[in-house]
């Protein structure tokens, strides 16, 4: 084997780590980015309602309140400057990619804290907790052993996907890209039931003007944790985000008022577990039930 050839195999792989070691702390570096420009990118989810959603194409709900709040009270103050928010909507398929490709900063959306996300991303404390649950039409079964051999629609870049597969492996999926669709696939019977948040079932209902009487739900498949996604590794921005959590939270009946008053749009209320984060926050010990054992 020629020298050079041997230079090159040991030699490729020590470039490419550092370049790669490079990206990953240029990227990290977000609080020298944004005292450049004195703005941070925040994704928002359009249709995740009460924690996430748009109307008029205006960013709202609980976790775009506590968003804005960390940005004025935790980091303007931090980098001495006063931060302006640029609001960039992700999907969940494309929200964690946008996060790691430095497009957004922070993901205030409606994400479960996983194991699996966790290899890529950290999260902050927990803000949000519901449950996932299957939804049918009334009066049918909704249950999984009676969803055997049939179509089940759900929401693509889920963690509820690997929930299905490893609770019943026979059923057909249809994959739609939101909950309204999920839903709308149930209510035109092109799929038996859809998977996927309870809070996010509800909300599409709602927003679709649909008589929730018309649906049944099956009993909770997992708990859901809900956690702004942040950048891994990048320690000094995550630390002024959940100060920032922290700080907001510190009047807990003041956040959960102002949580249950986008709750109370859609019909529903604020659950105990939720209640409970937000009066003790702390880092997710449980993530999903998909996840064997505490991460």
Known sequence: ????????????????????????????????TIKSTGEVKVGYRESSQ???YAVNDVPTGFVIDLCRDIVANSISPAIHKQVKIKFVPVTAQNRLGMLTDGKIDMECGSTTITEDRLKKVDFSVVDFVTSSRLVALSGAPVTL????????????GSSHVELLSKMIGNVHVLYVNDAAQGVQAVASKQAAAYLDDEILIQSAIHKAGLDRKNFGFSDPLSVEPYGIALRRGDTAFNVLVN???????????????????YSSQMGSSVN??????????AHSRQCSLIDKGDC
């Open 1 to 32: 084997m020629r020298l050079q050839s041997i230079f090159s195999r040991l030699v490729y792989p020590i470039v490419v780590g550092f370049l790669s070691f490079q990206s990953v702390a240029v990227l990290a570096d977000t609080l020298d």
């Open 50 to 52: 009460p924690v996430s």
């Open 145 to 156: 052993q009676a969803l055997s051999g049939k179509t089940v629609a759900l929401k693509s």
């Open 243 to 261: 100060a920032g959590i922290r700080s907001n939270f510190s009047h807990p009946e003041k956040a959960i008022a102002s949580l249950d008053s």
């Open 272 to 281: 105990n577990l939720t209640r409970d984060a937000i009066r003790w926050p």
